[in-house]
């Protein structure tokens, strides 16, 4: 019986054995069949490589900055307008000529042209061309202003010329002059004033108005100013023409500005002196020098030796006699030094 049994026993172990070895083999099997199944049921992808130049066309897309292995069905426009680098064009009516307006204004304590302009969105020049302003140091408060709507300057029409003239003169076109002016033809009669649309003033008269047309000719303090004085000698009372600007004898004298010595020599009352005439109508006269170093007809730069201080002719002391003609006329140097 326990024979029976042991047998039994050892037929049961060789039969798991066997089905374990069955159930594996029947598991490959099923693994096997469906990869084949899956294989032919998914439709083939084609991996073609795909170059840098066409990845740039391919689509960005999330966070990750991910690309579609294929290209979006949108049609590229190459408009240059359409560019990123470029700006949008302004409104036609942005830059359209317009009328000449004015508002007013009234001069503050502490007001400048420079700060003026700044306020108002124009330039320097408009301000003072508009307001006829020679000395732009002089802005006296209280003063009533016209302030226009548009830059440019005003200009006074000379025998003979044309609109034409004059807007190549000033780089701008006749349409503008026409439309700022209110004028029903290109015509402009002499001596009539025209607002001229982005004019400038010329750098001569720039300089002139701001005052730094001229360097100062020699370091040192002014001890007569321009104008009425009592004479130092005998006292009378006389109209200086010019600035005694007082330095120490031998310092160099140096020409205030560019421009051809006219004269040099000699005078009883001047003593060593020299005359430069520059551009624009303007001329200077240097006196009292002790010694002259140009000569008639040379040409000297801003800031060149012409000579040296003394105090020769009618002088009571060394210094130089400085003074400023504009067209024949004396005018204040003080107004013009830098």
Known sequence: ??????????????????????????????????????????PIVNFEPISLLETQDLEQTGIGGGWYPEKPNLEIVHDESLMLDDGVMEPESFSKPQVLLYTMYTVKRGDIIGGLAANFGLNADTIISVNNIKNARLLQTGLVMYIPNQDGITYTVKRGE????????????ITSICMANELLSETALPG???????????????????????????????TSPYGWRNS??????????????????????RAAMSGRVSAAGWDN???????ITHHSGYRTLYAHMSVIRTRSGAYVGTGERIGDVGSTGQSTGSHLHFTVYKNGVTINPRTLLK
Request: one cysteine or more.
């Open 192 to 222: 009539s004033k025209l607002f001229i649309p982005g004019a400038k003033l010329d750098w001569m008269e720039r300089q002139e108005i701001n005052g730094d047309l001229f360097i100062w000719p020699v370091s040192g303090y002014i």
């Open 269 to 275: 009352v001047l003593g060593n002196y020299a005359v």
């Open 232 to 253: 130092p000698f005998g006292g009378a009372r006389q109209f200086h023409t010019g600035i005694d600007i007082a330095a120490s004898r031998g310092t160099p004298v």
């Open 162 to 173: 044309t609109l034409e003239q004059i807007s190549k003169k000033y780089g701008t076109d």
């Open 1 to 42: 019986m326990i024979y029976w049994v042991i047998v039994l026993i050892i037929r049961l172990f060789k039969s798991l054995f066997y089905f374990r070895r069955a159930v594996l083999r029947f598991s490959l099997v099923s693994y096997l069949c469906t990869m084949v199944f899956l294989a032919f049921s998914q």
